[in-house]
């Protein structure tokens, strides 16, 4: 076992790379909780869910990148390598799928997260964009867009309001995330 190579607090938002069947590594987001493991959920017949199974693997992403971000929380994104090149830190992690339940008439399992090699790749100045954390709260309501016990009427009122975050603080890549929010979340 290794040390995860970032502080966890809370909810830390990540983006998980797992190996599918077809030997490519789907990228999706995964919030991780820091609890003693670490755990993450996993909602619905995902990759992600699946491939966990699986593989019983997965490299963990700690990225900057309001794009790559987006990408990974609301499109199937698949790519040749583990560890993504917007990557400032990464763990490879072992999970284990430790409870599962219907909620809403949606699968969720909960996974216990142990990393057993990382590796800080950047070392940033942190800052906070307020651009960057409305372009993550948006995949989280357009994610739940159609998902049966969530009011599609108040997730479009966040989703606009998160649009006018961007618009006001964020910078290119945050008005570029959002922009491809707005596209998944309207069917696109």
Request: hydrophobic share 40%; charged share 30%; with cysteine.
């Amino acid at each position: 076992m290794t040390d995860w190579p970032v502080a966890l607090r809370g909810v830390t938002e990540t983006v998980v790379t797992t190996r599918g069947p077809d030997e490519r590594w789907n990228a999706a987001a995964l919030g991780i909780r820091a609890d003693t493991p670490a755990t993450a959920t996993t909602w619905g017949n995902t990759r992600t869910r699946r491939n966990f199974h699986r593989e019983g693997a997965g490299v963990v992403q700690f990225v900057s990148d309001p794009v790559v971000f987006a990408r990974a929380a609301l499109s199937i994104h698949e790519v040749d390598e583990p560890v993504l090149e917007s990557a400032d830190a990464w763990a490879r992690v072992e999970v284990e799928c430790v409870g599962e339940r219907e909620e809403d008439e949606t699968r969720v399992e909960e996974w216990q997260l142990a990393p057993v090699e990382s590796e800080v790749v950047r070392e940033r100045v942190p800052t906070v964009n307020r651009g960057f954390n409305a372009v993550v709260e948006a995949t989280v309501a357009a994610s739940r867009l159609g998902v049966p016990g969530y009011d599609e009427d108040v997730l479009r009122e966040r989703l606009d309001y998160f649009t006018d975050v961007v618009d006001a603080c964020g910078g290119a890549r945050e008005r570029e995330a959002m922009a491809f929010v707005e596209r998944c979340a309207d069917g696109d």
